[in-house]
């Protein structure tokens, strides 16, 4: 009898789980399937397959390519990525590493001045931080770099200081006596430790970062600089509210391939990380 | 020479706030082993810290081979350290683990492994060498701690409590590994620990040390024969010596101590010592192993045990005289059917006696 509960429990449970897969899944679907449609069959038939009278193989995908500035803005946004987890990760785990070993009230306000700053909404400040990134000739590709960086600092700081915390500080003490000054405790002893939450702030941030739209809308406009969700935006305009839907798909669909295998190269490190210190070893 | 010199030395925390260590000076000679020992908190490994310099020094002199090492960095010291939760670097093999401190020093390749292989011969760590600190048990990871401060080849070992971390059996096992690696480097180990059973036995002298001060620094036998105060006397053996209060009187050419309405002669040798206390309170010790069973109440204490635990070839008793709760350990095959009411005899020859107000030993 129990276990009759228990199996229908269990299926209940499946049944909601693929639901919201299914739910997940369907717009990358959505744009998948209308990617090789033409584009008057979109908008007649967006949720159908496409049939030998409607599929269009990889047309849209070579109009996508060839009629919009897709190339530049996927460097842009490659450039962008890289550079700004890569200035995330050393330096947030730097700071984290400061802020859990030396213990006083500057480093405590400033862990907390962290950890408050991953509630401020970013739509609080971008007006304000536009108007400065201007001021300060940072609406450039390195300048919204150092843009990321602090928006990408808080949460960084946060998952890094958890994970420190559960690090012995014998093992730091043991790198000294060996003879390794601070620097090289922290690039050979520190950070090899902490590869698995910096996998996991990587992909965190990678994904935000590669996505973003309004951030690099605001600051880098739709010029040469632009990334890759505006040119999206941008691209394939013609008439008043006209837009080449499959050859727009189709971009969409090249633009979320990188981040998805970036995602899967990475995944089973994500959880690593998010649980790393929670308990003993 | 790898001797090691405390002079005048203090230890502070919170801008001198907070005092661990008053005064500290001692000194320990070369080659030798010498275990710090003593209750949490009691600054043993803020001691051994100090001489690794993992830990600022607020006042005094540190010594290491003649040399003042107040403001040496740890690496310029010459020293190597194993920790209680072994400290070794989890992303790096036994090998890497092992050759680290060499290749931070630029040590030429070939030395490096002739180095990593002599100590891996020795721990018994050759099968491991590839593996990563993770898929090690508690003890090959202590042996790999240890080789990882053999390969430097230091002037001082120091060992912060490690063996704590592992079960009963493996620390047993370790402590005569340790004590043979002594024997075979012949430098000078310092071993922190809170079990006094490690320091008795690994220790060429041993540091009893309460509240940052030291207590006594002396031979293991001389620690447990002839403790210096009230504090070592119950620190040192297991279970910890019995205390009575007692007055010191004298009839005719006898000095006598009562306590409880019992009374002790005290031989003629003890009792010329303890002149100066007739009519004064002095405070007994007697160590739970010298006592004997005696057939009937002549010279000897009726009691009731209250438990008794079996550990082997012995028996401990625990019984109450007057409210005190006391421990006597006895040889004996007896059945526990037998433990009901028992004579027990105090070896008065072997009774120490402690200045009741200054808590010194008097006389052992």
Known sequence: MHSKKRNLFNWSIYAVLIILSAVFLAPILIILLNSVKGSFYIADSPFTLPDSETFTGISNYIKGFTQSDFIQAFFNSVFITVFSVAAIVLLTSMTAWYI??????????????????????????????????????????????????????????????GFIKSIPAEIEEAAIIDGCGPVQTFFRIVLPILKPTAITVSILNAMWIWNDYLLPYLILGSGNDKTLPVAVQMALSGGYGNKDMGA??????????????FYLFCQKYIIRGVIAGAVKG | MSSIEFRNVNKTFDGGKVTVIPNLSFEIKDKEFVVLVGPSGCGKSTTLRMIAGLEEISGGELYIDGTLVNNVAPKDRNIAMVFQSYALYPHMTVYKNMAFALKLKKTPKKEIDEKVMWAAKILDLEPYLNRKPRALSGGQRQRVALGRAMVRNPKVFLLDEPLSNLDAKLRTEMRSQISLLHKRL???????????????????????????????????????????????????????????????????????????????????????????????????????????????????????????EMTGSEINIYFRLDGNRYIAKIKSDLKPDSLRTLYLKPDIRKLHFFDASTTRAIVH
């Open chain 1, 248 to 261: 727009l798909m189709a971009m969409l669909v090249l633009a979320v391939i990188p981040i998805i295998i």
């Open chain 2, 186 to 308: 012949e430098t000078t180990f310092v071993y922190v620990t809170h079990d006094q059973t490690e320091a008795l036995t690994m220790a060429d002298r041993i540091v009893v040390m309460d509240k940052g001060i030291i207590q006594q620094f002396d031979t293991p036998e001389k620690l447990y024969s002839e403790p210096a105060n009230l504090f070592v006397a119950g620190f040192i053996g297991s279970p910890q010596m019995n205390f009575i209060e007692a007055d010191l009187t004298r009839r005719g050419n006898n000095l006598k101590a009562v306590f409880n309405g019992n009374e002790i002669i005290i031989p003629e040798e003890k009792a010329r010592k303890l002149s100066s206390y007739e009519n004064k309170s002095v405070i007994i010790g007697i160590r739970p192993e010298d006592f004997s069973l005696a057939k009937n109440g002549k010279d000897s204490i009726e009691i009731e045990p209250e438990i008794t």
């Open chain 1, 100 to 161: 859990v070993r030396v213990k006083n009230i500057f480093t405590k306000a400033l862990y907390y001045l962290f950890v408050f700053s991953m509630i401020v909404p970013f739509q609080m400040v971008m007006y304000s931080l536009t108007y400065y990134a201007f001021e300060l000739n940072l609406n450039s590709k390195p300048g919204i770099i150092l843009i990321y960086l602090g928006f990408g600092a808080g949460l960084s700081v946060f998952m890094f200081s």
